[in-house]
T-cell receptor
Framework: GAVVSQHPSWVICKSGTSVKIECRSL??????MFWYRQFPKQSLMLMAT?????????EQGVEKDKFLINHASLTLSTLTVTSAHPEDSSFYIC????????????FGPGTRLTVT | SQQGEEDPQALSIQEGENATMNCSYK?????LQWYRQNSGRGLVHLIL?????REKHSGRLRVTLDTSKKSSSLLITASRAADTASYFC????????????????FGQGTILTVHP
């Protein structure tokens, strides 16, 4: 079956630095990808919709200047957390619709971000 | 925003027993899905039930949907220790196009523990 990968699987960074997380669809093309954030023992909160070749669509309350999304190709979307702070520490998960779609999703394994 | 509520929040059973998890939602939907998440990992799609369906089976999984009550249940029969995970329901909105394309709204999840 189709696979979505994320890199890195975990990252520790210092407060004030930026971190880039990659989401790749390995054997299918994804014009749309979704980025979620999940705090410990909580559900997934949709942050933004990543659209290939156009601007991302952010959910209400998500700062687009802080969470930069670039969907440069049909198989790659990146999420950059800029000027990270400890409260940005979370589990970030991406997903991409799978056929017949659009609602069934393939999820990446997630990236654990810890900001110290 | 989270529209799904699941109960119980946590369920602990013995291997071989059945596990039932419930999900309620607030708005009209196109479909409802159930996902599984092992600790610290991505989500795995289990089953999708469309709004015009009432029941669906997949292996040891049985899903029901009652659109009049805006609720769904997931039954796992003859549970195994390997079924230990968090289970989330997710709903897809009626409108699949535009800004709603592929968007899912997740419930709070049920943590299932199956003791060997």
């Amino acid at each position: 079956g189709a696979v979505v990968s994320q890199h890195p699987s975990w990252v520790i960074c210092k407060s004030g630095t930026s971190v880039k997380i990659e989401c790749r669809s390995l054997d299918f093309q994804a014009t749309t990808m979704f980025w979620y954030r999940q705090f410990p023992k909580q559900s997934l909160m949709l942050m933004a919709t990543s659209n290939e070749g156009s601007k991302a669509t952010y959910e209400q309350g998500v700062e687009k200047d802080k969470f930069l999304i670039n969907h440069a190709s049909l198989t790659l979307s990146t999420l950059t957390v800029t000027s990270a702070h400890p409260e940005d520490s979370s589990f970030y998960i991406c997903s991409a619709p799978r056929a017949p779609g659009p609602y069934e999703q393939y999820f990446g394994p997630g990236t654990r971000l810890t900001v110290t | 925003s989270q529209q799904g509520e699941e109960d119980p929040q946590a369920l602990s059973i013995q291997e071989g027993e059945n596990a039932t998890m419930n999900c309620s939602y607030k708005t009209s939907i196109n479909n409802l899905q159930w996902y599984r998440q092992n600790s610290g990992r991505g989500l795995v799609h289990l089953i999708l039930i469309r709004s015009n369906e009432r029941e669906k089976h997949s292996g040891r999984l049985r899903v029901t949907l009652d659109t009049s009550k805006k609720s769904s249940s997931l039954l796992i029969t003859a549970s195994r220790a390997a079924d230990t995970a968090s289970y989330f329901c997710a709903t897809g909105p009626l409108n699949a196009g535009g800004t709603s394309y592929g968007k899912l709204t997740f419930g709070q999840g049920t943590i299932l523990t199956v003791h060997p």
